[in-house]
């Protein structure tokens, strides 16, 4: 029993160490505990009412693809608006259950929020379903182009990138910087917005050398880093002199382009940190017009209705390069070629 | 199809699924001696996400790899103490506490990361070393002789778990503790000591396998980068049906089929990526339901032990 007694203890100990290092989580901007987490990082101490902007992601802030570009895309919208006193910005992670996804949705919806935001194509009939019981509250969903018109619904927007075009223009790099005549890709799932991207790449080789292979991997997986290193690995035995690919799970590729000298093309958000000297550009999302247009749809009134689609003609979608790296004159010529071609539609990215 | 089937098309099959088999041989091994002394731990993953991160962090702060792996082993060496200090002593249900320590694991893994690092960051990691002499054997050199040094460890694990579970004295009290705990207590095994040995030394392998990915095979820290791996990891020790060599054939099985599909698909063979992702699952399935069974499961396996006094 005495021993029992001192285990117990030992746990109590432990238990209170473990808490000792969450403490300072309270103050930290971000919190995550395991499958589902949600965190509100605002303050009431404003005298105005904040907009509120809740949003559900299937990975996280710092994912580095798909769910950073649009909370980067709500901080920056933030700061423009003042700081939290302004806009509060909720979010909830790894909400690859789309069953978790529907609850916090709904919980968001009844908590207040002006604008619930569904961030994963699979949200859209649970968050169809939400927008019915809270007809006063503002939903958007991406990605998509449906924002429920024909079904009656007023309060839901859509978004989406045409993740082709920039795609298209990291094509036309990677065909210039290609030297032996094989480019890699390593994709997540063959859908949505990855798909998008790699067929407006594999355009962009083709385009610009019909003699390229374009090899493209898809691990079937959005999350599977260990996997995509090895994509990413397999590749390069396979001759690949440069690779791009698409979802979080990219770290992985990024960092074995890195270890065996491959440049890398990104694209959703800037993947240049990974890989300083060898990322050749990033094609970014850059969600603030559609934020700020959406939060000024909805303070006059407003609720939904609107599809928005990133563009590079809108400025939407930018192709950065990054400093890091020596692009030759000519392929950021070309590339710039290829981004004022889509603008001024001389340039259509043929779809499969 | 007949380009899939050249040497260096082998080749790199072959070498892609030893390095892939590096975390899932860790993981595995560790898990077995658990499971051969009655603990089934299902907190892997968790373990290794916190194993990843304490080995990506001390590198990213120190660029020290050793010290990378230390600290890895040490923090899976703890989790391994909060899982026998529950389910050994406190004889808590070990399939709920295990999923508890993954979540927590999990959890505790991604709040670390966001409040120390903040960011997606790579370091540079266990580069790939050629052995002298060995790897210039054609084939079996250039496939097992040309990779990172915790690769060669994960596989040397392998017969040296064994010998210890075969051929030492603990090995013997982990055999006898998971097959009739009541028979070894009466011999004078204290079964609560063997359970927690063995639960910490899984769980320090299980943070290893974490950190041969995150300063190992990809030399960066994310978020759940595990993905599930700890989770197939258990499975393997099943599939290998509790003895090491076992494990090792199941986790090539698995690693080199992964392997074979993404080059199927570079290859650009008109196979649908979605089959070819499934194949190493589906070959999985069949390979464990076609294998004849000549090994029981530890007989006291998720049974705590309480002592008839």
């Known amino acids: ?352 | 199809m007949n380009e899939l089937f050249t040497l260096g098309v082998l080749i790199g099959i072959a070498h892609s699924g030893v390095r892939l088999a590096t975390p899932y041989l860790f993981a595995a091994l560790g898990e077995m001696f658990g499971q051969r002394s009655g603990v089934l731990n299902l907190g892997v993953d968790g373990i290794m996400l916190m194993g990843a991160f304490a080995g990506f962090y001390t590198v990213f702060n120190t660029g020290n790899l050793w010290l990378g792996v230390a600290a890895a082993l040490g923090v899976g060496a703890l989790m391994g103490l909060l899982m026998a200090v529950v389910s050994v002593t406190m004889q808590a249900e070990q399939g709920i506490s295990g999923i508890g320590l993954y979540l927590f694991g999990m959890g505790m893994s991604s709040l670390l990361f966001k409040m120390l690092i903040g960011s997606v960051e790579s370091v540079s990691g266990f580069r790939a070393v050629a052995i002298p002499v060995l790897s210039r054997i054609p084939v079996i050199g250039e496939v097992f002789f040309d990779q990172n040094i915790l690769t060669y460890l994960a596989f040397l694990m392998v017969p040296l778990s064994w010998f210890v579970l075969n051929k030492t004295t603990f090995g013997l009290k982990i055999r006898a503790v998971g097959q009739n705990p009541e028979a070894a207590d009466s011999l004078g095994v204290s079964v609560n000591r063997v359970r927690y040995a063995t639960t910490i030394l899984g769980s320090a392998m299980a943070g290893l396998a974490g950190a041969s990915m995150s300063i190992g095979l990809l030399n960066v820290f994310q978020e759940n980068m595990t993905n599930g791996l700890g989770f197939i990891a258990v499975a393997l020790v099943y599939f290998g049906g509790w003895r090491p060599y076992g494990i090792l054939g199941g986790a090539l099985l698995f690693s080199t089929v992964s392997a074979f599909q993404l080059w199927i698909q570079v290859l650009g063979l008109p196979i649908a990526s979605d089959i070819a992702v499934m194949l190493p699952y589906v070959l999985t399935i069949v390979a464990l339901a076609v294998a004849v069974r000549q090994i029981q499961q530890p007989a006291a396996l998720t049974k705590p032990y309480e002592r008839g006094e």
């Not at chain 1, 007694?5 to 989580?25: D, E, K, N, Q, S």
């Not at chain 1, 693809?65 to 302004?86: H, I, P, R, T």
């Not at chain 1, 969600?287 to 689609?309: F, H, P, Q």
């Open chain 1, 1 to 352: 029993m005495k021993k029992r007694l001192w285990l117990i203890g030992l746990t109590i100990v432990l238990a209170m160490a473990l808490a000792a290092c969450a403490a300072p989580a309270a103050d930290a901007p971000a919190d995550d505990n395991a499958a589902a987490d949600t965190e509100a990082a605002g303050s009431e101490d404003a005298t105005a009412e904040p907009f509120r902007v809740a949003i559900v992601m299937p990975s996280t802030i710092t994912d580095l693809a798909w769910s950073q570009s649009m909370y980067d895309g709500l901080v920056a919208v933030q700061s423009e608006m003042g700081g939290e006193g302004a806009m509060e910005i909720a979010y909830s992670e790894n909400m690859f259950n789309v069953a978790d996804a529907a609850a916090a949705i709904r919980d968001y919806a009844a908590d207040g929020y002006d604008l619930v935001m569904a961030h994963g194509t699979q949200y859209g009939n649970s968050m169809f379903e939400v927008a019915t019981d809270f007809p006063e509250t503002s939903f958007a969903w991406g990605t998509a182009i449906d924002t429920g018109a024909d079904e009656g619904y007023e309060n839901v927007f859509a978004y989406e990138a045409n993740a082709q075009e920039g795609g298209y223009v990291n094509g036309v790099i990677a065909a210039m910087i290609n030297q032996s005549g094989v480019i890699g890709v390593v994709g997540p799932v063959e859908a949505g917005d990855a798909k998008l991207y790699i067929d407006g790449f594999v355009a962009g080789v083709k385009a610009t050398n019909p003699d390229i292979d374009v090899n493209i991997s898809y691990t079937g997986n959005f999350g599977d880093t260990a996997l995509a290193a090895e994509a990413a690995n397999t590749h390069i035995k396979a001759g690949a002199d440069v690779l791009t690919g698409s979802a979080q799970q990219v770290v992985g590729a990024v960092g074995v382009a890195k270890e065996a000298g491959v440049p890398w093309l990104g694209t959703q958000s800037a993947q240049t940190s990974l890989a300083p000297d060898l990322v050749i550009a990033n094609q970014l999302y850059d969600w603030t017009g559609t934020i700020n247009d959406m939060i000024s749809k909805i303070n006059a009134g407003e609720l939904g209705g609107t599809a928005y689609v990133l563009t590079l003609a809108d400025g939407g979608l930018v192709v950065e390069f990054n400093d890091g790296y020596a692009t030759p004159d000519d392929v950021k010529a070309a590339a710039e070629e290829a981004v004022q071609g889509i603008i001024d539609g001389s340039i259509t990215v043929e779809m499969e």
